[in-house]
């Protein structure tokens, strides 16, 4: 999506953040530069503990950092005193992996919440703008419900209503899926990617889980103890993962554990490639091509083909014998297809 | 059967009873208006809270440990001289409130500490994403949020207030505390004993009944 403007809504400079638990001092963030651009939407990777979530509240100074800047739409937000943080806050939305509504209130009351902090609205208004926005959702008949009566996928759709109820132009997510099950996460990651195209929204989401990044993200960080190991679009950094922790997270997508499958193919003869189809190309009908006009045999040893948010890819592991391999490798590279010798 | 019960003074306990009930409802409102905020700031001003002031909470900490360790006869003889300045009497049902509520007071913030503890940390960190105030989060959330466990702690002080108003007997406080001492113990007429004993327990199963229900309420979970 949008990378048109380049200039970046969100930007972190050498942010540091170091905690102290106990005696000891520990470093959650050493030196971490963020660029998100408008209209993307951007995904942070980390197991748990890499610091992804105090990165993430980097950006509305939920935490404050040690040392370092932080820019949002233009402003450091390090330079504002208490009202104008908090107007600066109201122009960020943020959901949370555990929703945190108000139990006590109905769906309604939660959504018009921010409207009143923000202040400046009448009743009326606020009630028309709270429908629209359950309405945008898919809540219009919800609004009377208290959160405990809502399924997890509906509570989470309050929360992006809530966030969303001042009309930020940036939306934080907490994990906000991690909470639910696949079929829901699939629902709500859909609504995001909606929002981002038809609002522009920005996106910065956290999670632990490359499919969520792989479904609905522009551009992703991986991040590992307080630092950002790896960071580049989507299909990138998921089909050609440099850092081991990368690695990692994609195996983990795939459940393929890339050792185990090499061992696996010991006994198949000749060599094996990995083939890396992207965009509509993927589609196109050319192994049997190659093999043709090659003279090569091949067998598919395992594959994958798929989508990275809206670009078709496939990856194929494959064993060749016989017929002109430097032939074929020409060929499918003519065809912008990657080819890597895995043996 | 009917002369022990034309023995007792029904008008002396009905008279009782009133009083019983104007202590209790006088010192469990000022309990209320003064207790709430109290509760409110020490859990505001605790570690890692919105208003973290470590010196500010260890001192409130001290003032509500030492009331509630000093035992309620006690505080009732102690703050005669307050009470005489607040009240202008220490006697009746006026010098009762003043005791009643300094003893109370405390014994209810730690309540409503507890009960803002136990609302999820979530809450807090959502209303300040919004660009909420301390100010906005305690009234629009945290105290919502923590209404049946506020409740709740309303109910066991005011019960725990029939009990003291029952001891403030021993000053001269008046009410069915009163009553039991001065006829029940002092002119052993073990019958007018028997019927506060009774009132009073009547008392405080409705004061149960009645928090048990504005619990149920207010919860939405």
Redesign the interface.
Known sequence: MGRRCARPVIELERAHKTYAVGRQRIAALRGVDLRVEAGEVFGIIGASGAGKSTLLRLI?L?ERPDAGAVRVAGQDLLALDDAG??????R?G?I?Q????????TVAENVA??L???GGRTAADIAQRVEALLARVGLADQSHK???QLSGGQKQRVGIA?ALA?GPRVL?CDEATSALDPETTRAILTLLAELNRELGLTIVLITHEMEVVRRVCDRVAVIDGGVIVEQGPVADVFLHPQHAVTRRFVQEAEQVDEGQRLDDFAHVPGHVLQLTFRGERTYDPLLGEVARRTGLDFGILSGRIDRIKDEPYGQLTISVAGGDLAAARALLEARGVRVEVLR | MDALLNAIDWAEIGLATWDTLLMLGGSLLFTVLLGLPLGVALFLFDRGQLLAAPRVYALLSLVVNVLRSLPFVILLIVLIPFTLLVAGTSLGVAGAIPPLVVGATPFLARLVEGALRGVDRGIVEAGLAMGASTWQIVWQALLPEARPALWSAVTVTAITLVGYTAMSGVIGGGGLGDLAIRFGYQRFQTEVMVVTVVLLLLLVQLLQMLGDWLVRRCTHR
């Open positions: 509305n939920l943080l908090r107007a600066a806050r109201q960020i943020m949370f555990h929703f945190n509504l108000l139990s006590s209130k919440w921010p009143k902090i923000a208290y959160p405990a809530r001042t934080l």
